[in-house]
């Protein structure tokens, strides 16, 4: 099956208190080491997950999922001919792969994901 979920993050208004609301519900545990102000979430399973401060030009506080992708600039434009609108262009991340992000026809951000 193609394009699984790979990764999902809490984008929300304070972090701290977010990774202290969900360690006490789900015993989850964070890592902050690889990514500063980018909290690695650790579930016990995967996908993995993160927890990240709100930026301040996003509308609001989301869980934002991210699905694996063999080209984002191909995804992307299939996304945007079938009416979406890139939200995030192709980004960078050292070391690891890229990302993007789109809103579907009902304004619902979906996060893409390659590999490097």
């Known amino acids: 099956m193609g394009n699984p979920i790979v990764h999902w993050?809490?984008?929300v208004g304070d972090a701290a208190r977010a990774k202290d609301?969900?360690?006490t519900i789900f015993d989850w545990e964070f890592d902050d080491s690889p990514f500063p102000?980018?909290?690695m979430i650790k579930t016990g399973a995967d996908p993995s997950g993160?927890?990240?401060a709100k930026p301040e030009a996003a509308p609001m506080s989301a869980l934002n999922t991210y699905f694996g992708v063999a080209e984002i600039d191909d995804t992307l434009a299939k996304a945007v001919a079938a009416g979406?609108?890139?939200l995030v262009p192709k980004?960078?991340?050292e070391g690891v792969g890229y990302w993007a992000m789109f809103a579907d026809l009902d304004g619902i951000p979906i996060g893409l994901f390659q590999e490097a």
């Open 50 to 52: 993160a927890v990240m």
């Open 91 to 93: 980004t960078t991340i």
């Open 84 to 86: 979406a609108t890139v």
């Open 9 to 11: 993050e809490l984008m």
């Open 21 to 23: 609301f969900y360690s």
């Open 37 to 39: 102000g980018y909290s």
